[in-house]
């Protein structure tokens, strides 16, 4: 290869990226995730940065890693390629297939290894970045690579992640997920990790980007419809792939077998710390489910005609899972609503037991506890039974029964997954699969809370629907001088 006088080349990033992207140009963390949906452009848009650092950098070695190692040529290798034709910079790489690496005029290069095969992942001499393409890599894998990347040949070191977010089981049990994503409630943002070493605390960055085909102006109109035709031929693949949000993959039994999350799930950011979708007009409806592990649990609705938004859940773990912390915890979001107050839940928490102080049980305590809000209490005498109540929300879910609509806010991540992975028992009831919990070592139901404290909601605030649901669809009579349940909504 001949030897070429180093220069730097630049371009007007406006020209050849999308506007979604342009902020990224700069970023220098040690990770950076872009996520999302297909068609966005994000790999396109790692490669075209990748391609000028490696032209620009003294010293720039790259690893190209995918599950497998015979994967990259068709993967990254392959967009590097097209994108250097496409920026007419081709000429300065050689694309070698054996070994499969890209070769820049200054000596820099991309070199593929594949975690096949983790021996050969330990086996580069000071490699500067690495670019995760699709593939969330194991954690021990990951481990591997991001040891061996510690140069002090280059200026900074940067490990990139380009993916769609499905995994395999809960995907808030996700390694990956734990690592970058958990008590995040935006979808893109900047944050850091702590580790401490010996007497001091070292600091590595990482920028989540989130972005789907909306976000690339080159996309074809074709590719667009086809996207948009998911959310009704594959409403999952819809959610993965259009909407670019978090998923598992599909399973069967499920008890709320007609959820579905791209249509009875809806955007719910935070500004200002406050769901987008609150209106502090509406009452906030709350409803409580009192197991204690793995978390104890409240959701937060609001409620307009007929349509039932979940906006918010708190469910808080040890040492926070008490009925009085979550209230404390509802108070400090909630503090300056004066819309009013309605209080729903788990009839058993009507009973005293060993969690409360003597003379009081739980809803005494919620209460007292949130009397600033002036709540009215509609907690029924007994819980509607399991199945029954599990139809009624699954005909809502799939058929707007009695024109009603269950809305859940994607930030209810514990709620969402209850829907998803809650499996249905032999006799039709909730199958409450139990798990030990890896921070506390206890035994607990991993599904069935939020959305238990849901269906005490939903039965509640909507009596008589419910009521008429239980009676095949047929209308109760009315009985004129009796009064109407203080219960119904």
Request: net charge positive; glycine share 6%.
């Amino acid at each position: 290869m001949k030897c070429v006088r180093r220069k730097t080349i630049e371009v007007n990033w406006n020209d050849i990226a999308n506007e979604r992207f342009v902020p990224l140009t700069d970023n220098r963390d040690r990770y950076l995730l872009l996520w999302g949906g297909r068609g966005s452009s994000k790999s396109v848009f790692v490669a075209q940065t990748l391609l000028l650092r490696c032209l620009n950098e003294k010293y720039f070695r790259y690893i190209l890693i995918k599950k497998t190692f015979n994967a990259i040529k068709d993967a990254q290798w392959e967009t590097l390629k097209q994108t250097a034709e496409a920026m007419n910079i081709a000429d300065l790489f050689e694309f070698k297939t054996a070994p499969l690496e890209i070769v820049c005029v200054n000596g820099n290069k991309f070199i593929a290894r594949g975690c096949d095969d983790t021996a050969k992942l330990k086996s580069i001499k000071d490699p500067t970045g690495a670019w995760y393409e699709e593939d969330i890599p194991s954690e021990e894998d990951f481990i591997t690579i991001t040891t061996s990347i510690r140069s002090l040949k280059a200026a900074y070191l940067q490990e990139i992640f380009t993916f769609n977010p499905e995994v395999e089981g809960d995907y808030t049990q996700h390694w990956f997920y734990k690592k970058f994503f958990e008590g995040k409630h935006e979808v893109s943002f900047s944050s850091e990790i702590v580790a401490p070493v010996k007497n001091t605390e070292v600091r590595f960055g990482y920028t989540s980007h989130h972005s789907t085909a909306d976000d690339n102006r080159f996309l074809p109109m074709e590719f667009r419809a086809f996207l948009e035709s998911l959310k009704v031929s594959n409403p999952y693949y819809y959610t993965i792939y259009a909407l670019g949000r978090w998923g598992n993959k599909q399973i069967s039994g499920q008890f709320y077998k007609l959820f579905n999350y791209a249509t009875n799930g809806v955007e719910n950011k935070l500004c200002n710390g406050k769901p987008i979708l609150y209106n502090n007009s509406l009452p906030l409806h709350i409803s409580f489910d009192f197991n204690v592990n793995p978390y104890i649990t409240c959701t937060v609705h609001q409620i307009n005609g007929k349509r039932c938004t979940q906006i918010d859940e708190i469910c808080l773990s040890t040492p926070d899972n008490t009925t009085s912390a979550v209230c404390r915890e509802f108070t400090r979001r909630y503090q300056s609503h004066r819309g009013g107050l309605f209080i729903y839940g788990d009839p058993t928490g009507m009973q005293e037991d060993t969690r409360s102080e003597r003379g009081y049980n739980d809803y005494v305590i919620i209460q007292r506890e949130l009397a600033q809000f002036h709540p009215s209490l509609r907690v029924l005498r007994k819980a509607p039974a399991v199945r029954m109540r599990g139809d009624f929300i699954n005909s809502v879910f799939k058929t707007n029964y009695g024109g009603l609509q269950f809305v859940i806010g994607y930030n209810c991540v514990h709620t969402i997954n209850d829907y998803l992975f809650c499996k249905e028992a032999a006799d039709g009831t909730k199958e409450k699969e139990k798990a030990k919990d890896r921070n506390t070592g206890v035994t607990c139901e991993k599904y069935g809370h939020t959305s238990d404290a849901n269906d005490y909601l939903y039965t509640t605030a909507f009596a008589s629907t419910f009521e008429t649901y239980q009676r095949g669809g047929k209308p109760m009579m009315p009985m004129y001088g009796y009064n109407v349940s203080r219960n119904a909504y």
